[in-house]
């Protein structure tokens, strides 16, 4: 399908953005890469998953604190996708690409597939945000309805109920289903997946193979089936949900767009940097502990806008689009705690339900 073609405007609004970000950079001295706290969370989720991993396969804990550390280990796993891998498959982890493709490559060995989110995420999702049968992330039919374009059906109408079920499913269909229905079908959606190279080949099954190693033939052979079963679905449940969630809140709630292009010519209303604006919302900024586990996608419209520059310099450039919003008089949408995002998001679920 064609891909629409957002305006052109003559004072662009993004041109100014881009020049004050540049700016605040080059006067504070500083790299829009990682920093050393940066690289402190990365290590420390790491080594934090490493931990758990091993205590619970090769030690066997009680069924208590078995069931606590495989929360832990989820959470652990979100983390480093949240952290490391998103930083690393844009960027901005590090000023070196080594240390880049390092971290991004952190997805692979987590079950999912580098090559796959790179052209899903990075070339799809940030260039066409919310916009119906082009980006994946609200692609959820016909189990869920997530834009007004989309069709409805009858069970969309509890759908504010049961998501929380759906969106822990997440994890455990990425790996085991997903990957492989965009590999076969060389689609993403509607979009056709960009050319595989024989080493993306390659690295796709090896690191299938090694997360199937080390996720399942491995812990059943030492712990038995159904221990790792339980163990398995309590970690990959809830690292499911919040990944999920974390991302729904970024752009499916009240106050966000799903802007369509003109039937006729295919163009957009606004410019790539407004429409990124329309279509995202903030959450709980000022939360530094949610800000740090979740690698700073609170600040979604920073990412969106600057998607190259590391998490970690999220709240002070944000500052800067604010007032470059106020100034062109375009909407900035934040919710100023979690659960006030959450509630907005359950009521946009039923409202699609419902509409």
Not at 137 to 147: G, Q
Not at 188 to 199: A, E, F, N, Q
Not at 208 to 219: D, G
Request: overall charge positive; hydrophobic content about 45%.
């Amino acid at each position: 399908m064609n891909t629409p073609k957002f305006a052109v405007k003559a004072k662009s609004f993004h041109t100014e953005l881009r020049n004050r970000v540049n700016a605040y950079f080059d006067e504070a001295g500083k790299k829009p890469t990682g920093n050393a706290y940066l690289y402190f969370k990365a290590v420390f989720f790491g080594l934090a998953a490493i931990a758990l991993y091993t205590h619970l396969v090769f030690f066997t804990p009680g069924i208590l604190l078995g069931i606590t550390e495989c929360i832990l280990l989820g959470g652990a796993i979100a983390a480093i996708g949240f952290n490391v891998m998103h930083d690393g498959a844009h960027g901005s982890f590090s000023r070196k690409k080594a240390v880049n493709v390092i971290a991004a490559f952190s997805l692979n060995v987590l079950g999912g597939s580098s090559f796959m989110w790179n052209v899903k995420h990075n070339m799809i999702h940030h260039s066409y945000t919310n916009i119906d049968g082009i980006d994946d992330d609200i692609n959820v039919h016909p189990w869920m309805r997530m834009s007004s374009t989309q069709k409805k059906y009858k069970l969309h109408k509890y759908q504010h109920r049961y998501f929380w079920f759906l969106y822990s499913l997440l994890y455990i269909f990425w790996i085991f289903a997903s990957d492989y229905i965009k590999y076969f079908k060389q689609k993403i959606g509607d979009m056709p997946l960009k050319k595989m190279h024989v080493s993306d080949h390659l690295v796709f099954w090896l690191f299938k193979a090694a997360n199937l190693s080390l996720f399942v033939i491995i812990p059943i052979f030492l712990v038995g089936f159904l221990p790792w079963l339980l163990g398995f679905l309590v970690t990959t449940l809830f690292a499911g949900f919040v990944l999920s969630i974390v991302f729904q809140l970024a752009h499916t709630v009240e106050h966000t767009h799903f802007p369509m292009p003109d039937e006729h010519d295919g163009r957009m209303a606004d410019e790539w940097a407004i429409h990124q604006l329309k279509t995202t919302a903030n959450f709980a900024t000022r939360n530094k502990l949610i800000s740090a586990l979740v690698g700073g996608l609170n600040f979604q419209i920073e990412h969106h806008l600057f998607p190259k520059i590391s998490h970690v310099h999220y709240p002070a450039i944000s500052k800067i689009i604010r007032q470059t919003c106020e100034e062109f008089n375009v909407q900035y949408v934040e919710y100023p705690r979690l659960r006030l995002a959450v509630a907005s998001h359950v009521a946009y679920l039923k409202h699609m339900g419902r509409d």
